[in-house]
C-alpha cells in the first residue's frame, strides 16, 4: 500500500474512534416522563449532558408520538409531564 493511503486509513479509524468514545461517555443523566395529552399518555426514556437537555428530549419523544402537526406539538411539548423518573444513567 502506498503511504498516502496507510495515513488517510489511520487519520479515518482515528477520527471514528474519537467520536464514539466521546458520544459513550457524554450522557450524565437519565430520564423517563410521562406526557398525557388529548386522552393519551405516552412515556420516554433519554439520556443527556444536562438535567434539563434530557428531560426535554424525553418530553419531546413522548410528544412525537401524541401530537400531530406543529402546533399540537408545541402545545404538548410545554404541558408539565404527568411524571418525571430520574434513572441511573447507563
Not at 393519551?40 to 449532558?49: L, P
Request: glycine share 6%; proline share 1%.
Amino acid at each position: 500500500m502506498n503511504k498516502t493511503v496507510v495515513i488517510g486509513v489511520v487519520f479515518v479509524v482515528a477520527i471514528l474512534g474519537f467520536l464514539i468514545y466521546s458520544s459513550m461517555h457524554i450522557a450524565k443523566y437519565r430520564v423517563e416522563v410521562c406526557i398525557a395529552y388529548r386522552g393519551q399518555t405516552q412515556c420516554r426514556t433519554a439520556s443527556a449532558d444536562t438535567r434539563e437537555h434530557a428531560q426535554r428530549t424525553a418530553q419531546s419523544n413522548a410528544c412525537g408520538l401524541l401530537a400531530s402537526g406543529v402546533t399540537e406539538t408545541m402545545q404538548c411539548e410545554h404541558l408539565d409531564p404527568t411524571s418525571v423518573k430520574w434513572l441511573d444513567s447507563k
